[in-house]
Each structure stands twice: as structure tokens, then as C-alpha cells.
């Protein structure tokens, strides 16, 4: 199975449950690491999935107890990363996780200055992002004296 085979053989609004675009919540765009990118027809119900997940992860940090700064340091706007993990952390707060989601995108200064700033309110600071651009933050987070 491809995009090319699975998502590119049918239109956008035969995406959609119902085939109906105009019952789709948002539309959220990927990356296109891998070449053009997809439009992808999201719901509440597709954030509710995900946001089951994110809650398993972030019990093994134990912050349904602890007071947690999540910062999303993926891209904003239309992609598709960003505004699930955002949306995901926002569902857990809703549940009582005493988390605290902001969003300074992918500029590392802003990262830095927001956990600088914010950090030291919270028992935890949880970083949620690009993978391989991790190191980077963690590496310039301790060349200016975080730990």
C-alpha cells in the first residue's frame, strides 16, 4: 500500500467519512518528508484515538501527578504534527493531567526561551517534536545552562 495507490486514487472529499467534505472538522496537512504533501481530513474522533496514546506516554512520566510543561516544538500552521500533539496534550489536561501545553514552534531560541521562562513553574518539562531535531534543542539547552 502507497499514498500513490491509497490516498492519491481518491479525491479529497471521498476521504471523508460519508464522502462529504463538508462534514470534516479540519483538514491537516503532512510534512511531505517524503515528497508533495497530503491533505488529511481530521476529526475529533481522530484526536480522541491519538490522544488515548499520547495519555500512555505521558503516564510514564507520571504527569497525571506531576505538574508538566508540555512544549510542542513541532511546526505550526496547517501540518499535521503540531496541531494533533497540541490538540492531544489540551485532551489530557481535560482529563485533570495537570499539563500545561505551549507551542513556540520549530524557531530553537523561542524553545529555549519559553522553557527558560516557563520551566522552573512545573516539576517537568516534556519536549514533543521532530525527533532528530531533539539533540539540537538538548544540546544548546545545555551550552546555555539548562540541565
Not at 5 to 30: F, H, I, K
Not at 119 to 147: F, H
Request: aromatic fraction near 10%.
Amino acid at each position: 500500500m502507497t499514498k500513490q495507490n491509497y490516498m492519491r486514487a481518491y479525491p479529497l472529499a471521498e476521504r471523508c467519512r460519508g464522502g462529504d467534505l463538508s462534514q470534516c472538522e479540519m483538514l491537516a496537512v503532512s510534512s511531505g518528508s517524503t515528497g508533495t504533501p497530503m491533505v488529511w481530513p481530521r476529526s475529533l474522533g481522530h484526536e480522541l484515538d491519538i490522544a488515548y496514546r499520547f495519555e500512555q506516554i505521558f503516564h510514564t512520566f507520571h504527569a497525571e501527578q506531576r505538574p508538566t510543561l508540555a512544549v510542542v516544538y513541532f511546526a505550526m500552521g496547517s501540518w499535521v504534527g503540531g496541531m494533533f500533539t497540541a490538540a492531544c496534550c489540551r485532551h489530557l489536561a481535560a482529563k485533570a493531567y495537570p499539563i500545561t501545553t505551549v507551542t513556540p514552534g520549530n524557531n530553537q531560541d523561542e524553545i529555549l526561551r519559553v522553557v527558560t521562562e516557563l520551566g522552573p513553574d512545573y516539576e517537568q518539562v516534556v519536549l514533543l517534536g521532530y525527533p532528530p531535531y531533539l539533540k539540537d534543542i538538548i544540546d544548546s539547552g545545555r551550552a546555555a545552562g539548562l540541565a
